[in-house]
């Protein structure tokens, strides 16, 4: 168990310099919110979620809803830590032509389920899935 915990401190701290590494280059993004949102990222794609990078579509896998996309940085890092794509990606933060955008959009990044934006959407996101 301390293992583990340690392992995913050691992720978490690597994301949170991929975090900061990516909105410098950038010279634009929310720092705060991607930095916040790091362990829980960490502890649900490294230790809890069932999901495949080399089967992004699996019907089976668990679903991650960020409903405050400007966290985003901290998922682009988890997604690219965790093989869905290669890390040297994360550069392209919010540039033109790029798949990492200041907010997720499922339709260009692999791994994203949800494309989020607004501030509390990913309550109606979440019930409607559900409900499906």
Known sequence: MKDNIQKLEEIARLIRIDVITMIYKAGDGHPAPALSATDLIVALY??????????????????????????????????????????SDLAGLRSLGSHLQGHPDMNKTSGVDFTSGSLGNGVSIGHQVSSI
Do not use: M
Request: hydrophobic fraction near 40%; charged fraction near 25%; glycine fraction near 4%.
């Open 46 to 87: 490294f230790n809890i979620l069932k999901v495949d990078p080399h089967h992004p579509d699996w019907q089976d896998r668990d679903r991650f809803i960020l409903s405050k996309g400007h966290a985003c940085p901290a998922l682009y890092a988890a997604l690219a830590r965790k093989g869905y794509f290669p890390s």
